[in-house]
C-alpha cells in the first residue's frame, strides 16, 4: 500500500476533492458579498447615501453588464431593478444580508457534509485495502500478526485518520479562502487596514506554532523527567533502610531536591510559554481593533475611509483570526496523522505477499501424474530443523499414509503441501509446476488440507462446511441491479473502492460440488457427513432444532402427522404416564405452574416466568384470578426449604447450581428472602418486589420433580381457569407473539422433538429419555421427515468456535470442508475426529472409499491403521523415509488401478 | 409419596437416623425419585455403573446370569442401597437388578453421589457406616460359612 498519507489520499479521491474545492470556489463571491453587505447599509441605507440629492427612491439589484472597451463597450442591461424608499432600501439590503448569511450557511454544510462523507468513504477504503492487504500475507506472517491488534488497528486507529482524510485537503484551501476573502475585503476597503491585519495574522501564524512546538517539547521534557524521578523515589524507598542505616539521607534529600529543582524549572518554563502564548494571542486580538479604531477612524475623519467601509472592515475582521486558529490546529493534527497512518502501513506491508488470483478459472491436473518434493526442508525462524530434507516422488494419484506423532515432519509436510507453510527450501512440484508461484485460487482448487486445528466460524452448520466452496462470485445479473437500495449500495462500494460482489448473494461454487444447485446442498453436505460419520449428531441437532414461522405446509402436516403416530406408540407402550400430553382442558402436572398458566409459548423467544410476569396482561390475570396470593405462598415454602437444605453446606453454592430450581436466583438471594419472611408480619400484605420474586419462583414449581406437594386440586382448578381467561381476554398486541397449545397445530418457536412429543415427559419413570427417543425415532423414520430433520441440524447456530456443536462434530468439521470441495489431492488429519469415534477403522475405509481416483495424503499417528495403503512416510521428529508396502504388491494383483501402477515408480532418496 | 413421607421414612432406617432432616432434605429432594413396577431390569450386569440406588419401597433381587438359570439371589429390601459398591471402585455391576414387587427407588446419579461425598459429611458418614455394616455381615456370612464346613 501507499506509504505517503498524502499521495494515497489524492490518488484515491481526487475527484471528490476536487469537487469540494470548486464548490469552496463558488462560495467565494458570496463569502465576499456577505461583507460588502453591510457596507451598503451603513452607508447608503442608514446614512442615506443612495437618497443624497434629495431623492425619494433608489434602485436596487439593477443588474448591467459592461463590456470592455476593445470589446466595444456596450452595457447590457440584465435587470432593470426594483426602486424603495429609505425604509423599504434599508429592509430589503438587510434582508439580501439575511439571505446571504443563509446561502453561506449552505455553503458551509455542504462543504462539511460532502467532506464528512469523503471521510466516511476514505475510511471504508483504507479499512477494506488494509483488510484485503492481510488476506495476501503469507502464512508465516499471518501466524506472527497479532489478532486483537490488528483488530484494533482496522478499527479504532484508523478511525483519526479517516478522519483527517477529508480535512487533508478542503480544510487548509477552506480556511485559507475564508481568510484570504477577509483580508483581501479589508485591503480594497482600506490598504494600510488591510496591512495591518495581514502583518498580525502572519505572526500569529508564524510565532504561535512556533510557541506551541517548544510548548510540546517541554511538556514531553516534564513527562520523561517525572517519570525517573518516581522511578527514583521507588529505588530509594526500597533501599531506605540501608540509607537509614548509613545516615546519609541528607544525601538522597539533596538528590531528590535536585530533581525537583529540575522539575520546577521545566514547569517554569512551560508555563511561561503557555501564558506567553495566551497573553500573545489576546494581544494581537485586541491589538488589530486598536489599529482599526485608531488607524481606520482617522482615515475616515480625512475622508479616505466612510463609516460603512470602517464598520465593514470591522466585521471581516471578526471572521479573520478563528481561521487562522484552525489551520494551526489542522497542521498539528496533519502530523499526528501522519504518523499514525505510517505506523499503521508499516504493520500491513510485508517484504512479500501472495498472490490470490490468476485472473481464470484454474484448469484442473490432468487425472494422473506426480508429486515431487525435491530436497524440501523446513526449518524456523530460529534455525530449529522442523523438516529435514527430503526427496520423493509420488505418482498421482495414490493414497499416502504419513505416519508419525503428532508435531513430527509429517504435520509439516502436510502444512507445506497444504499451503500452511510457504518458507522452504527446496521445491515442491505438481505436475512440474512449482508450487510457490502458484496463485492462491489454483492451489486451493487443486489441495485440500485439514490439519488439527479446527477453526468455527459464527454461522450456521452449513455455512461452515460449505465455507470451502463459496469461491464462484455471484453473477450480478440486471435484475439484482434493479433494487433501488442494491442500486445504492453498489455504486457506495463502487466509491469506497470496495468489493462490488453482494455479500448475501450466494457464492457456492455447485459446480464443484458436483450438483445442480441449492436444492440439492443439503443431501451432499449429509453424504460428506455420513462419510466422516457424524450424520447422526446432525440428525440429532436437527430434534432440537426450533420450528420456525417459515416452514413449509406439507412439513407441518407430516409433523402433525408423526406427533399423532407418535401419540398412538406411547398408548401402545404399557408404560403408563411416560409423556403427559398437553390437553387444553387439564393440567399438566410435568409441566410447570407457569407453562400450565400460559399454556403456549412465545414467538419470538422463549418463555422464562420473569418475563411471563413482567407482562402487565400477564400479571393481570393473576391478580384477576386470585393467584398472586397463594402463588407467593408457594414461593415461600420454596424459599424456605431451599433455604433449609442449602444452609451451612461448605460447598452448598456448587450442589444448588446443579439444582435446578429457578436459574435466575442465587444462593444469596435466598437467603435474603428468607430473612425478610422470617421478620414479615403476617397481617401485612407483602412488600410488592419480594411478592413478585416469590411468584417467581413459584411459576418455575413443577410438582412430581420437587415433590413438596404444593399444588392442590384447587389450585389447579383456578390455574386452569387463569389458562382460560388468559386466552380468551388476550389483547390484540399480544396475540400475534402469542401461540397456544393446539394438538392440530405446529408449536413454533419449540423444538422438533417437542413438538413431535406434544407433552412432557413424565417424572419418575426409569429410563424415560430413552424411550421416549425410540419411539420418536421410530415415528420420524416413517414419516419421511429426515430430510428437514437434516435441514433443521444444518441451521444449527454453530456459536462461538463451535461451542453450540456435539464435540464430534466440531473436528468433524475442518475434513467436511476439503471433501465437499472435491479437491485433486487431499490432506487429512483425521486424528482428532478419530479420537472420538467407536469405530475410527471404519473412517479411514470410508475417507478413502470417497477419495478413489484422486491422491489421499492420511495423517496418521501409527501404521496399524494404514496396513495396506501405497506409500507410506514414517516420520521420526523432522526426519521421514518413504516406504513401498509389501503388502501392497499383494493388493497390486487384485486391483491393478491407476494407483498401483504408478506404484512401481515410486522412488525414494534422502 | 411426597417429599416429607419420603424424609420420614429414611429417618427410620439405621443409615440415615443420625442426618440432620435438613440434609436428608437435600438428598431426596436433589436425587430422582423413580417407580419400577415388578420384573423391571434396573440395571444390567458388566454395564458401567451411572447411578447408585435406594429402595424406598418394595424388593430388589439381585442374581447373576450363568447359563442355566440364576443362582444366589441376593435380596435387597426397603432401605437398602444398591449399586454404589461398584460405582465407587470403579468396576461393572456383577449382576442384574430386577424389581421383585412394585419398587419405588431414589436413583442418586454418578455425579451427584460424588457430590454429596464431597459437600455433604454427614451423608459420607452415613454411607460409610452403611458400607461398614454391609462388609461386616459379608465377613460373618462368609466366617459363618467356614464353620459350617
Known sequence: METNFFRYVWQKSRSAQITVLLIIMASIPFYWASFDVPKRIVNDAIQGRAFKDGKEVATLFDLKLHLPDFLGGHTFVLSDGLEFGQIGYLIALSCYFLMLVLINGAFKYTINLRKGILGERMLRRIRYDLFSQLMRFRPEDIRTVKPAEVASMIKDEVEPIGGFVGDAFIQPVFLLTQALTALAFIMVQSFWLGAVALFIVLMQAVIIPALRREQLRLGRERQVASRYMAGRIGEIIDAALTIQGHGTTKYFQADIASRLGNLFDIRLALYKRKFAVKFLNNLLAQITPFFFYAVGGYFALRGSLDIGQLVAVIAAYRDLPPPIKELIDWDQQRADVIVKYEQVINQFNPTEVLKLEDGETPAPLPPTGEIKLDNLQVVDNRGYMLLSPLTATIARPATVALVGPVGSGRDVLAQVLGRHVTSYNGRVTLDGEDLATMSVQRSSRLIGYAGQDVEVLQGSLRDNVTLSVKRKPPDLSSDFLSDPERQRRFSESLRSGNILLPFEADWLDYESLGIQGPAELDRAICDILHVLGVADDVYELGLNGKLSMSLDDTVAERIIEARKAVAAELAATQQAGLVETFDPNRYNSNASIAENLFFGTLRDRELNNERFLANPYALSILQAEALIEPLAEIGAQIVTTLVEMFEGLPRGHVLFERYAFSGSFDLEELNELAGILAKRDPRSPLDPTVERKLVTLALGYTEPRYRLNLVTDTLRQRILRARESFRTFLPASLASNVEFYDPERIIHGASVRDNLLFGRIGFGIPDAGRKVAAIVKSALDRSGLDTEIYRLGLDTDTGINGRYLPARLRLAIPLARVLIKRPQIYLLDPGPLLAVLNQPAALLTRLRKHCRGQTLFLLLSDDTLAKDVDVKMIFEGPNGRVERQEAAEAADRTQPDAAAAGRERIKATR | ?149
Open chain 2, 1 to 149: 409419596m411426597t417429599l416429607e413421607s419420603d424424609i420420614a421414612y429414611l429417618r427410620t432406617i439405621p443409615m440415615f437416623c443420625d442426618v440432620p432432616a435438613a440434609r436428608l432434605k437435600l438428598v431426596v429432594m436433589m436425587a430422582e425419585r423413580l417407580r419400577y413396577a415388578a420384573g423391571d431390569i434396573i440395571i444390567r450386569e458388566r454395564e458401567h455403573p451411572d447411578a447408585a440406588f435406594l429402595i424406598l419401597d418394595g424388593e430388589v433381587e439381585i442374581a447373576r446370569e450363568t447359563a442355566n438359570e440364576h443362582l444366589h439371589a441376593l435380596s435387597i429390601m426397603r432401605g437398602g442401597m444398591f449399586g454404589d459398591v461398584p460405582m465407587l471402585c470403579n468396576s461393572t455391576y456383577i449382576g442384574h437388578a430386577t424389581a421383585k414387587t412394585d419398587v419405588d427407588a431414589l436413583r442418586l446419579p454418578k455425579d451427584l453421589f460424588i457430590e454429596f461425598l464431597e459437600t455433604v459429611p454427614e451423608f459420607a458418614v452415613a454411607l460409610a457406616r452403611d458400607l461398614a455394616s454391609r462388609l461386616h455381615r459379608m465377613a460373618a456370612t462368609v466366617l459363618h460359612a467356614k464353620a459350617a464346613t
